[in-house]
């Protein structure tokens, strides 16, 4: 029997590693996002190259109805679902003080109630078969406080490893398991900017360099996401309840547990330093136009 597996955010990026780790163990995915046509050509191409295969929805997580829609017409089709990857989410971050409510809005409605929606949607099913994996993709920022800008993505990651916990201490007795990834910096599309549509930018974000250039200042290194779908699948055969992968999101997250308060101080440091580096760097980049200007 083919196994079955549905991935929001499915069309790039975490959820599309963990998609095509699932073909070529030759499951059947569901590859859903928004990105309805991206989605479409990356079934397509998984498909290809087999052993599994995969399709595209393109159902909006923040769309309840859509969600369960989704979830149980993919269980009516094929007879069961074998995991539900709770993975789509969006990238908000900003000084408090700029954010407007529909910032905190759209990020709460995406990364936190779009993973409530998927567990209303496929635990039932899985309680009544009796089997069944939901992943909740949350962050390494979900397991300690991050710095300032940090807050909204921070706070709804937060939530999400509470959620699968109580989850997971619910489902014990179903045969169902619960788990949650907490990723590190990740190879993927979210550090490279955007914001979505109908947002306005926060004044200290215009013009500002996007993540993946001050990470790759600050000498990080990014993670692939075909690696860390890899360690998630084995991580989920272990059952365990917390994957954070890489290394250094276990660090972080071991250091928050054993001095919470360390950590606090530590991030307020580096708040202060990425404050500094931003003013700079405006600096830097006023005095290069008015330079080009006077040439």
Known sequence: MTQVAIVTGG??????????????????????????????????????????????????????????????????EHGHLDMMVNNAGVFI?????????????????????????????????????????????????????????????????????????????????????VSVLCPGVIDTPIYDGGWPEGLPIPASDVGAPTEREMLTREGITFYPADRLAEDTLRGIAKNKAILAIPGDARGLWLWARLSPSLVIRQMTKYTRGRRDDLRHLRADEASWQEASTAQ
């Open 93 to 177: 971050v900003g000084e408090p003080d700029e954010l407007l409510p529909a910032h905190w809005d759209t990020v709460i409605d995406t990364n936190l109630r779009g993973v409530i929606h998927g567990c209303h949607a496929a635990y039932p099913l899985m309680k009544q078969q009796r089997s069944g994996v939901i992943l909740n993709v949350a962050s390494a920022a979900g397991l300690a406080p991050m710095w300032g800008r940090h807050a909204p993505y921070s706070m709804t990651k937060h939530g999400v490893v509470g959620l699968s916990l109580s989850l997971r201490a619910a489902a014990a007795d179903y045969g169902v398991q």
């Open 11 to 76: 069309a790039s990026g975490i959820g599309l590693a963990l998609g095509a780790a699932l073909v070529k163990r030759g499951w059947h995915v569901v590859l859903d996002d928004i990105q309805d046509i991206k989605a479409k050509d990356e079934a397509e191409r998984l498909t290809g190259a087999g052993p599994g295969s995969a399709v595209a929805a393109g159902v909006d997580v923040r769309d309840v109805d859509g969600v369960v829609g989704l979830v149980q017409d993919t269980h009516a």
